[in-house]
T-cell receptor, first 112, second 107 residues
Framework: ETGVTQSPTHLIKTRGQQVTLRCSSQ?????VSWYQQALGQGPQFIFQ???????GRGNFPPRFSGLQFPNYSSELNVNALELDDSALYLC???????????FGPGTRLTVT | RKEVEQDPGPFNVPEGATVAFNCTYS??????FFWYRQDCRKEPKLLMS???SGNEDGRFTAQLNRASQYISLLIRDSKLSDSSTYLC????????FGQGTELSVKP
């Protein structure tokens, strides 16, 4: 077990709704990264938070937003859900920006 | 060209076989790499880090060839439990994943 937890494990939403996914980082880690993984693909980087500040963003539209809290847990928010947002959303934490990242079990989002 | 590319496989090998995967990368500034494995519908798990020319951990050996810009992963004496998808990753803050190589080890 990595010590990284995510909630919820599964979620079903309809197109146009908004969703918030949560991640608790491993103890001692100050960096959290979020990834989207569609079926049959490798994870795609959404953004990274380091000490409560966004530290890099992938090729995702602004309706994907996030937060990191003082305890280094994090949220991913997605507005105006689209069918293509259906995917496994992975959170990974690391003890600093350039170190190995350890993944949580993911949240499987289905948009209908 | 993708920043990290892998042969998607699948590689089907018998137990006890030796199997090697290659991964090519395009950014010559990349200094280190990771190999993760990802079982079906689970999260990626860190397998090995490669910070210099190579790294060995039991049956697993990873090598980095900077001149040719590729990383390899060698698995000796394959076990059934090695069946998984192996992801080559370039860490530059964010992790750039290859699409993964599927390995199936058969009895």
């Amino acid at each position: 077990e990595t010590g990284v937890t995510q909630s919820p494990t599964h979620l079903i939403k309809t197109r146009g709704q908004q969703v918030t996914l949560r991640c608790s980082s491993q103890s001692g880690h100050n960096t959290v990264s979020w990834y989207q993984q569609a079926l049959g693909q490798g994870p795609q980087f959404i953004f990274q938070y380091y000490r409560e500040e966004e530290n890099g963003r992938g090729n995702f539209p602004p309706r994907f937003s996030g937060l990191q809290f003082p305890n280094y847990s994090s949220e991913l928010n997605v507005n105006a859900l689209e069918l293509d947002d259906s995917a496994l959303y992975l959170c990974a934490s690391s003890r600093d920006v350039e170190y190995e990242q350890y993944f949580g079990p993911g949240t499987r989002l289905t948009v209908t | 060209r993708k920043e990290v590319e892998q042969d998607p496989g699948p590689f089907n090998v018998p137990e006890g076989a030796t199997v090697a995967f290659n991964c090519t990368y395009s950014n010559s500034a990349s200094q280190s790499f990771f190999w993760y494995r990802q079982d079906c519908r689970k999260e990626p798990k860190l397998l090995m880090s490669v910070y210099s020319s190579g790294n060995e951990d039991g049956r697993f050996t990873a090598q980095l060839n900077r001149a040719s810009q590729y990383i390899s992963l060698l698995i000796r004496d394959s076990k059934l439990s090695d069946s998984s998808t192996y992801l080559c990753v370039s860490p530059r803050g964010k992790l750039i994943f290859g699409q993964g190589t599927e390995l199936s080890v058969k009895p």
